[in-house]
């Protein structure tokens, strides 16, 4: 059985993952949906998602059906931020390459939002080997694939390190396609809960 710690505040009309950092929400624009109120706490409490290994594999193949569809979805979301296929790979490698250690720091709340740029000195270094193998992509297609985000000004690279440009997470698309993630999130998470393939825990 594997847990997931979620914590509801009360008055925030949000659920948030404990100790959260990096990507904050933005304003969506997708259309509230029935399932965005199908659970609820009150007060600030803790709750544990969980995965009960016998329930969920008597329910594996429409588990798989959702997680297929929620997969799907959540590359189709990143798309809009990105462009084409490779150029999301390459995207999302950079981030979760540069960023990854901002989750196992104390970081200024200040920074837990979009809306700040992060110092460059709290970020670690993206090469195009490190892009290359989070991807799968080849050396020389990642490498010819960096360079056209480069011009593009999608990318920035600088000694052999690549990052995203300036500004690029402080538009107004990236909180909506990050909002847009938790929102498909959100709505799988509770498919699942209602088919009995995850509980919740108090």
Known sequence: MHKLCIRRVAG?????PCSAHGFAAGVS????DASAHAFSWTGDEM???STPSTQAAAKSRLVGIRLALLTLRLRENW???FGDREATLIGLAVIATVSERLLRTELDPALESLDKPMPLDQLSTCNISSIATATGLNRETARRRVDQLVRSGLLVKERGSVRLAPGFTQQKLACEVVQAQLDALR???NDLIREGAMTLEP
Request: hydrophobic fraction near 35%; glycine fraction near 6%; charged fraction near 15%.
């Open 47 to 49: 709750v544990r998602l």
């Open 79 to 81: 798309q809009l931020l």
């Open 29 to 32: 624009q997708r259309a509230p």
């Open 187 to 189: 709505r799988s998470v």
């Open 12 to 16: 925030s009309g949000s659920n948030q």
